[in-house]
C-alpha cells in the first residue's frame, strides 16, 4: 500500500497567481507601448515637408530660381511685432530693397508661414504694399519661437525668392 501525501491546502491556493502575473506582466507590457505608439503618432511638432516628392522632383527649378534671386541682389527683411494684438494676431512687415538699397515697391509679394513648433499650421498669405518697399498684412501668429517666412516677389518678369527666419517673442 502505498502512502499518499495529500497537498496541503496552502500550496493549491497559490497555483493560480503564477498565471496571473505572467497575464499582468504581459497586458501592461502591451498597453505601454501602445501608450509609446500614440504619444509617437500624436506628435504634432515633428512633421514632414508638405508635397515633399513634387517639391524634391521640381529641385533643379527651385534652384534655378534661388540662383536668379541671388543674381537680382534683392533683400527681404522680416519684421514682426512682439505683442499680438485680437485673436493672436502680429503685424508682419516685410522690407524689400534691390541691390543699391533702393526700396522695391510695385511687387506682388506673396509669403508662406509656420511656427517651427507647429510646422502642420502653414498660412500663405499676399501682402498689401504700404510704399518705400514695406509689404504688411496681419497674420494669426498665436505661438512664439522660431517662425519661417517664405518669400515670393514678383515684380514684372522678375521673380525674387527668399527663406527668412525670424524669432516671434511673447506678450
Known sequence: MGTETPTSPEKKSHFWLVPLVIAFLFVGHIAAWLAFVFLALDDRTAQVEPDYYRKSMAWNETSAKQRASRALGWMARVEIDAHAGPGQTRRLALSLVDSKGVAV???????????????????????????????????????????EVRVEALRGPLVFVDRVLVDVGGK
Not at 123 to 140: F, H, I, K, N, T
Request: avoid cysteine.
Open 105 to 147: 515697391d510695385g511687387a506682388h509679394v506673396g509669403v508662406e508661414i509656420f511656427a517651427h513648433v507647429r510646422s502642420d499650421e502653414r498660412q500663405r498669405l499676399e501682402l498689401a504694399m504700404d510704399g518705400d518697399g514695406v509689404y504688411s498684412a496681419r497674420p494669426v501668429m498665436p505661438h512664439e519661437g522660431t517662425w
